[in-house]
Each structure stands twice: as structure tokens, then as C-alpha cells.
């Protein structure tokens, strides 16, 4: 059976991806960091589908936490597919952001990354197989005004990813990049919905499945050549 460790799983995007991949047949290993409720929820609705599905807590911008929670079950046994979703915003115009502000996102969304994958990526490699996909955005493509700090985060990821994606290709791991235009989720909720969907073509904001149904197609047998690609699903916020 194939196991897709999902990270940042609980809620949103994440919760949409772990739900997809169960789906398409594989067991998940789904991460949180404080909602264990919303987490439980989802594992109840994976068993319901006949997978397995194993939570675990912890906060992806500690390294040892990641460490402790991941390096000796993924040494064990390497999951087929990394999902790296987790991600948070903390918006502000650069003239006001904190350098608390500044930190949390760059911790969360960049350095998590880094953490997670660097305990995870030895174990797959050694299998000479496997796929990782990262949730980036298009405010990492573009930018966008009031989040200086969540798109520096964001391009990092691709650059990152792009990176990775030349070390690992020989190996058998393929490595790829999603980045969502918006989606509607909490982190979404109180955006002005009106004024923002004139500035996208579709004239629409992006659901969840969206999104999932792209990390399903990249993670499944149906491609075996998007290598190292930043896939946009953003309804034509940028073209
Ligand atoms: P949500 O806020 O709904 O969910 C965020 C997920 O990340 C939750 O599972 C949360 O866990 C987890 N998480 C947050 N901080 C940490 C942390 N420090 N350690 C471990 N896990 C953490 O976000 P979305 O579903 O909207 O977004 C998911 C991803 O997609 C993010 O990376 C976001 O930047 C990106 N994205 C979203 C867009 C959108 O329009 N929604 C657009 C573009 C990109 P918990 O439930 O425990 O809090």
C-alpha cells in the first residue's frame, strides 16, 4: 500500500489533498499543529473511505519537533508522497510588518519546508522512487501588496523546489510546485470577495478540489515527466 504524508492536513487545502490521495488509494500520515479536533475529523472521514490514516502534532518551524516526530517512522518506512502545505499569513504593509510578523511566516511557510523535507528526503531517495509537491502561491509569482513576507516565503519555496528538483531527478523522485491564486478556505474567509474576483479573468475565487485534484494527478501514475514545474491554479490571477 502506498503511504502520502500530508502536512498541514487538518483544515482547508491540506484536509482537501489527504481526503483526494485516500481516495486515489493511498494510506495518509496527516499532519497538524494545534486544531486536533479538525485533524481527528478528517481521519474519521479517511477510515470511512476503508484507508488508514495516522495524525500527528506538531509545529513544522521546529526543526527537533519535526525531528522527533518524523525521522524515525519515515526511516522505517518512506512515504511515496510528501505534500508540504503547511502555511500561514500575517499581513501588513512592509512600513508597519514586525519583525515578529516577518519571522512567523518565513518559520512556518520556508523554514518548515526545510525541516520537513530534509528529515523525510534521504529515506525516499533511498527507495529511488517518490513524489513531493509544494503549496507555494501566486503572491510567490507575482507578489502582492500587504504580504511582503508570505510571497518572499512563497517565491522561496519555488526557488527551493526548483533547486531540488535538479538534485533529485536522477534519483527517481520528482519534485513540482503548486501554486494557488485564492482559494476558499479559512485562511480566505475574510478576504473582499467582490473586489478581488473583478481581478481575476474566471471572474471567481478557486475551491479546495481545485487544487487537490492537481496534487492527485501529480502524485499518480498518470504523469511521469512534470518535473521541477510551478503549476498555477489561480483562474488567471496571473497569466
Ligand atoms: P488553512 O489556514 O485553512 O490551513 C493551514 C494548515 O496548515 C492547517 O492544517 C494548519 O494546522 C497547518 N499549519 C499552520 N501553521 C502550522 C505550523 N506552524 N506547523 C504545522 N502546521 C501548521 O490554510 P489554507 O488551506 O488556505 O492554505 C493551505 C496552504 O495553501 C498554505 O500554505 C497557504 O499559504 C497556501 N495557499 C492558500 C491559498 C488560499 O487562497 N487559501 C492561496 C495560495 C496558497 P492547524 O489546523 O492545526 O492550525
Redesign the pocket.
Known sequence: MKTALV?????????GIALKLARSGFDIWL??????D??EAVKKEIEVMGRSCEIM?????DFEAVKTALEAKCDANPPDVLVY?????RDNLMVWMTKEEWDAVI???LS?FFNVTKTVLFPMLREKRGRIVV?????GQIGQAGQVN?SAS?AGLIGAVKALAREVGKKGLMVNVV??????????ADLPEKELKKLIPLNK??V?DD?ANTVDFLCSDAQSYIHGQVIGINGGLAI
Open positions: 502536512i498541514g492536513g487538518s483544515r482547508g487545502i491540506g484536509r499532519t497538524y499543529h494545534s486544531r486536533s479538525a485533524a502534532g506538531f509545529d513544522v518551524a502545505n503547511s502555511g500561514i499569513i518559520d512556518t511557510n518548515g503549496i507555494s502561491s501566486t503572491a508570505y512563497k501554486a494557488p491564486g485564492v482559494i476558499e478556505t479559512d485562511m480566505t475565487f478557486g479546495v487544487v
